[in-house]
């Protein structure tokens, strides 16, 4: 279980934040995060992932809803990405919001942290209580079927803090997660036999990549026809300042 961390004081300014939801969404999701919860341990070569399920059913389909009235996603450039020569929509949407400051560097581009909707606030500090750790970037991806997807990666970035976990959480459709040693990876032959690791990722769960997952495994959110339903993927990080 990750250690538990008080957050410090001083709460980041929303500034054109959305509709604030309900207050009883607010206080539910703090008391989910208060709650205690059953982690389950991951491990492998490299591989620390804990997995829980932080939100019940009901509370996971009010956020879920609150986030589809709250977030707009990346058009135009910036839903797309640039690979062997040609420019490409990417297989699902995708927006991010941050700390004052912060920017995201993606695909040769830099995206300014959009500030907080209210919802995301209550929902970093829910992540921040169950995981022990503070946050201040968010990347939302939106997968709209079963047909979008996201490619084999790491989020090994210069700009995170490597010690700090990412913290993904999962709302609608559950969705295999796929971890691949970087030694085992394709074209064959492999340097090493490593099996990869799979993970469904439920409505409502909660999963941490501790260090030095992300060093060492790669991880992809595979195209799935028979999981036609929309999912929202939340990964909070902790970035650098430069
Ligand atoms: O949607 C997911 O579960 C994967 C998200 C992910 O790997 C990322 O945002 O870097
Ligand atoms: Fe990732």
Redo the contacts with the bound molecule.
């Keep these: 279980m990750p250690p538990k961390k008080r957050k410090a004081d001083g709460e980041v300014a929303v500034a054109g934040a959305a509709r604030p939801p309900s207050t009883s969404l607010l206080a539910a999701l703090s008391e989910a995060a208060a709650r205690p919860l059953s982690w389950r341990k991951v491990s492998a070569d490299g591989l620390d992932v804990d997995y829980c399920r932080l939100l019940d059913g009901a509370l996971a389909d009010r956020t879920l809803a609150a986030l589809e009235e709250d977030v707009d996603y990346f058009t135009g450039d910036l839903a797309q990405v640039f690979v062997f020569g040609k420019w490409h929509d990417i297989p699902r949407q995708q927006c991010s919001f941050g700390d004052a400051g912060l920017s995201y560097k993606f695909s040769g581009r830099t995206v300014p942290a959009r500030p907080w909707p209210q919802s995301l606030l209550a929902l970093r500090a829910a992540v921040e209580r169950a995981a022990g750790t503070d946050f201040n970037f968010v990347?939302v991806?939106r997968?709209r079927s079963g047909a979008d997807h996201?490619g084999e990666?790491q989020?090994a970035e210069k700009e995170l803090d490597p010690a700090a976990p990412?913290a993904?959480l999962?709302l609608g459709q559950a969705?295999d997660?796929v971890f691949k040693h970087r030694d085992a990876r394709r074209p064959r032959p492999h340097k090493r036999d490593i099996p990869p690791v799979k993970i469904l990722?439920e409505h409502g769960s909660l999963l941490l990549m501790n260090h030095p997952t992300n060093q060492v495994w790669y991880?992809?959110?595979p195209a799935r026809r028979s999981c036609p339903g929309v999912?929202v993927?939340l990964?909070f990080r902790r970035m650098l300042r430069a």
Excluded: K
């Design positions: 990347l991806n997968y996201m990666h989020d990412i993904s999962s969705r997660f990722l991880h992809s959110l999912r993927n990964t």
